[in-house]
């Protein structure tokens, strides 16, 4: 039994009501919400939210019907971990014992279903505690990352002995892409963070992990959402 999850809220500090603004036709949850609901290996989908009209909306669509999220989970401070939690012991209570909890961010609309597949399949096969999306970091902490000691100068963030004079000699490091995890529920249960035990990363491309938190993301997306739809219906 895999189990689809979206987490939204209903404030946005960057974007106002985010989740449910239309980009490219549509609200932007549904980019994920479908991909959820259409997935030949999701058997059951769950929206864990704060706003009434998005609940709706999802419960409508064919998502299980769990009520509004906690109030202690409805706030900036809230986690994704705790979310995950209480969406997954809501619904195991209506369909029974889950094998795979499948979250996908709402705000990461540029996967593709093939995302989902591999990603699905990298958990089977190496059995972690948990699948997280990467993708190659655009800065590296031991070549071009600097941070200021306490008179104000700058130093590499990760330095090593004799330095690193090129990108390509330094450490690989990646990006923790908010897009798609696949979680083994017994972890989710008893382990309070996302890096307590072994988390194994899923690349994707740098282009399909760009993360809605600002106006500006949210035009670039909208852009690279519309050329991600011309090039499939060029085929």
């Not at 106002?16 to 932007?28: A, M, S, T, Y």
């Not at 071009?144 to 690989?172: C, F, I, M, W, Y």
Request: hydrophobic residues 40%.
């Amino acid at each position: 039994m895999i189990l689809g999850h979206i987490g939204v809220r209903a404030g946005s500090k960057g974007v106002p009501r985010k989740n449910f603004k239309p980009i490219c036709g549509k609200p932007l949850i549904d980019w994920s919400l479908e991909q959820l609901l259409e997935h030949a290996q999701v058997d059951a989908v769950v929206v864990s939210t704060d706003d009434e009209e998005i609940y709706e909306h999802a419960v409508a669509k064919g998502t299980l019907a769990i009520g509004l999220r906690p109030d202690h989970l409805a706030t900036d401070g809230a986690g994704k971990w705790g979310v995950w939690q209480h969406a997954l012991e809501a619904s195991e209570a209506l369909i029974g014992k889950v094998d795979a909890f499948l979250d996908l961010d709402a705000t990461s609309p540029l996967r593709l279903p093939s995302d989902i597949t591999d990603a699905l399949a990298l958990y089977e096969a190496e059995k972690p505690d948990m699948v997280m999306s990467c993708c190659e970091a655009r800065k590296n902490p031991y070549f071009n990352l600097v941070e200021p000691d306490e008179t104000g100068a700058l130093h590499v963030s990760k330095p090593l002995p004799g330095g690193v004079v090129a990108r390509q000699a330094a450490p690989t490091v990646f990006e923790h892409a908010a897009s798609t995890y696949v979680v083994k529920p017994d972890y989710l249960k008893t382990e309070k963070s996302l890096y307590e035990g072994r988390v194994i990363p899923y690349i994707m491309p740098t282009e399909r992990c760009v993360d809605i938190d600002s106006p500006f993301d949210f035009k670039l997306v909208e852009f690279l959402l519309t050329e991600q739809l011309k090039e499939a219906a060029n085929g």
